[in-house]
């Protein structure tokens, strides 16, 4: 995860995250969140938040660094808020995670933010540390951006420590004028800004603040912009042009209103009070200082909120309200003694000095003012021991006190100038004031070494004339760089402009490929018309929008679909070689026609009843360099197609051809679907019609099986019949004719006894017969499933066929297990068997006697049973056996074959039972079909 990004980076990924899923879509609101930090604060915890709900989907390691990562930005948000206190435990929370999950970058990324939080403090120790904790981490990794960003950073604050040694290191680490990323540039700007202006060269830390304020907007870093935006307004000032330096202090404002920072507004308010005091506009002055401490109530231990108490108390010092400046400075030291802040410190002791001055209680003010000169000794802060010797020499002058201990010269007060003297004068590149000069000629004339303050008057003058050339100077310099920045501006304006129309180039362009994927998903001409038309409209200017499509036969342009102002216009046909019609012209030339006509123009070509147009652009529909037609689009504007407006249409005109014959070529296959489903249709007809008859011709099959057994044991039982009525009717007529003896009638009843008990025997097997019958007639014709018992199911049909199979002189042997119990479809089953019987004797058994076919099935575990039919016939050649499934396929064609007894037997085994059939044919030794079937069918009958 980098730590900025560019802006324009940034905008690449935007469109990416709508049309992202899970871990994608996490990983990108992730990314987007923490490079919206400093942009859009609320943007960034809004994405944010949504990134931690999806948080579950990422493997644990990875989901605990997001999240750390997302404590850092959460982290980062408070401190922008100036909530420090928010902001640690945040930063430690994810520093534990970074550590537990071995995440070396978040650690260093952890370090890099807590030293923001520890130099917004004024802990420039800790600042130090944590920078030093994040260099480590960045060199395990070899990430060299981020170690040159650390390096900038503590050379940007080290310039406030030793201008002059910082100013080298950053020459020697960062020389011109190399390029840099724009992440690490703004600190080496801001850097090498600050040295100039630190040691009196304004007009160079305006280059640099310039280009250190554009970097960080670029990168996404705004409040080291909004810092480099007031420090362009303060170096403007001190060059004297504090109109520019005003505006600048504007820009910073309304960019630190649109991130409600209050520190960054705060600071915003100092810069503009400074210079409004310059103005000696002291009410403005005042309201920017007060506004300022309004904001930072909240943040009295910041930095600023000391500046604004001390730059109210100077204020109120210019103005003559000293003992109300007295008040801000005795404010600001109690505040300053609790943070132990130093420099600020000695700004308060230094006001309080100059007012208790004024106001006459000089021990007091010279109490304060050598407390100050102390404590700037001991800082090594040279300007502030120039201003506190400069008081004390104004106390002495009006007030009897005792000799300061060391003192040489005539009076107290001159000893002070010149301490101060010496001070500037080894401060390289001090601009010593004239002012000091002829307070210093004031105390010899006092003295009454009159030469000496002739010397020092005329010292004074020429730098009161040298400080005026500066000023003249400054004030042309001033000039020149302001036009300078403006002639940046507008070559920065330029750019944008530049890359706005890119950008709106880019956004047609994409609009156009949506657009051109919607209409090409179109199969359907009107609707490809309708959407070329809706979508013109949006783009262009259109008041009338024709399609010409060319004839397939003849070379004419039919007026295929047109509008005019939303309503449906419509045309004839207009031949290729009409010499007036420009959509004629544009077909045979194959070329873009654009007419824009004058106000003066008669059209003669104009249809009545139309509008009158005076921009026409016909473009052909061609794909690759078939032409199709023609489109146009028309409006009453003058000139109102140019270049980009040709570029749309040419694109639409393409997608719009594409569709077209896209549409055509569907309504061609559709017709051919059509005609194929319905001899599809007439073929299932023929099919089912073919199966129907089949399965007649297999129940026809057991009729004839059954009608055959049954022969027997009726016939025996009417021959039985028979001998008991003759039987009967003789043993009759003895018993009229009175004859009967005993041994007649118990020959009689012994006779009647043998018959009824043979009679009973036929007539029980013929109903046998009759029921086994009746089950397989059901089954076949109900497809009802039910329990059944394998091998009882196996006998029936073998009963069935009997007859058929010892009237061709073969025989079936069943090898069944006992207690192969189903629960399926019997009647499928048995017309499955009854199929393989039947085909086994008219193709495999032909012209063979004593052909032997056989049914085995075993178990072959909890779920399923094996069924193996096989005979020994003479087989399945290899030609065919690839192919005996499929419908109509037979060897016997017009021979009484019908080609669907396999197919029928194949589709009943996956589409009923739910099982699968095979069949091999060793060579010489017949068919074996194998059967696999689940005990329990699952699938429905069809």
Known sequence: MELFISNQELAALEPQLSGLLGKARLAMLVRMAWHQRQRNCALALALADEAELLLGLAEEREAQQWFARLLLLRAEVKMLFSDFDGALPLIAAAQAIFENTQDTLGRGDAAWLEAYVFNDRGQSQATEGCLLVASDAYRLLDDALRLQMVEARRLLYGVFRDPSTAGAALQRAFPEPQSYASPLFSFIAAAKGLVAILTNSPSAAIKYFLQAYEAALDSGQLRSALVSANNIADSFDQLGDQETALEWVERAMCLARSTGWPVSMGACKLVAAGIMRKLEKYDEARACLQGGLLQMEHLANTRNYS?????????????????????????????????????????????????????????????????????????????????????????????????????????????????????????????????????????????????????????????????????????????????????????????????????????????????????????NAHAVFTALHRHVSQLLDV?????????????????????????????????????????????????????????????????????????????????????????????????????????????????????????????????????????????????????????????????????????????????????????????????????????????????????????????????????????????????????????????????????????????????????????SYPGAFGQVLSNLIINAIVHGLEGRKHGLMSIQANAINESHVKVIFKDNGRGISSDHIDRIFEPFFTTQLGQGGSGLGLHISYNIIYSVLGGSISVISPEGEGAIFEMILPFVAQASPS
């Open 307 to 523: 500046l604004a108490l001390d730059g109210l108390g100077l204020l109120e010092l210019d103005v003559g309200n000293i003992e109300a400046g007295l008040s801000w400075f005795e404010k600001l030291e109690a505040h300053e003694q609790s943070r132990i802040s130093p420099d600020i410190l000695g700004l308060a002791w230094r006001g309080q000095a100059s007012a208790l001055f004024k106001l006459g209680r000089l021990d007091e003010a010279r109490s304060k003012a050598e407390a100050t000169l102390q404590l700037a000794i001991e800082r090594g802060n040279a300007d502030v021991q120039i201003k506190a010797l400069w008081v004390l020499a104004q106390i002495y002058t009006q007030a009897d006190l005792p000799a300061p201990i060391g003192m040489t010269k005539p009076s107290a007060s001159l000893h002070y100038l010149h301490q101060a003297l010496d001070v500037a004068t080894r401060i390289e590149s001090y601009a010593i004031s004239p002012e000091l000069f002829t307070q210093i000629a004031a105390a010899y004339a006092v003295c009454g070494d009159y030469p000496a303050a002739y010397d020092y008057s005329l010292t004074a003058a020429a730098i009161y004339k040298k400080t005026h050339s500066i000023e003249v100077e400054k004030r042309a310099l001033a000039m020149q760089i302001r036009h300078e920045v403006e002639r940046a501006h507008a070559e920065t304006a330029h750019h944008r402009q530049i890359a706005a129309a890119l950008q709106e180039t880019s956004a047609t362009l994409e609009v156009l490929g949506q657009i051109g994927r919607e209409i090409t998903a179109n199969l």
């Open 543 to 823: 008041s009338s929008f024709v399609v010409f499509l060319l004839d397939d036969h003849e070379p004419v342009l039919h007026f295929v679909f047109g509008m005019e102002s939303e309503q449906l216009i419509y045309g004839e046909k207009t031949p290729l070689a009409h010499p007036s019609s420009k959509a004629a012209r544009c077909a045979r030339e194959k070329q873009v026609q654009l007419v824009h006509l004058e106000p003066d123009h008669q059209d003669a070509t104009l249809i009545p009843g139309t509008v009158a147009t005076m921009s026409l652009l016909f473009a052909p529909l061609m794909v690759g360099e078939r032409l199709l037609g023609v489109m146009s689009i028309q409006t009453p504007t003058l000139h109102a197609y140019g270049e980009r407006e040709l570029s749309i249409f040419l694109a639409l005109c393409a997608y719009g051809a594409i569709a077209l014959d896209n549409a055509a070529a569907y309504a061609a296959a559709e017709a051919s679907q059509s005609l194929a489903d319905r001899a599809l249709s007439d073929l299932r007809q023929t099919q089912g019609e073919l199966i129907q008859r089949e399965k007649l011709a297999s129940l026809g099959s057991l009729v004839a099986g059954v009608a055959h057994e049954l022969n027997t044991p009726i016939g025996n039982s009417l021959l039985v019949a028979s001998t008991i009525s003759d039987d009967s009717e003789r043993f009759l007529r003895q018993i009229k004719q009175g004859g009967v003896r005993r041994s007649d009638l118990e020959r009689y009843c012994l006779s009647a006894e043998e018959s009824s008990s043979l009679l009973i025997r036929c007539l029980q097997k013929a109903a046998s017969l009759i029921t086994s019958f009746k089950q397989l007639a059901v089954d076949q014709t109900s497809d009802q499933q039910r329990s059944f018992d394998l091998r009882t199911e196996c006998e029936d049909v073998a009963l069935m066929l009997g007859s058929r199979i010892r009237g061709a002189g073969h025989e079936l042997k069943l090898d069944i297990a006992d207690g192969l119990q189903m629960n």
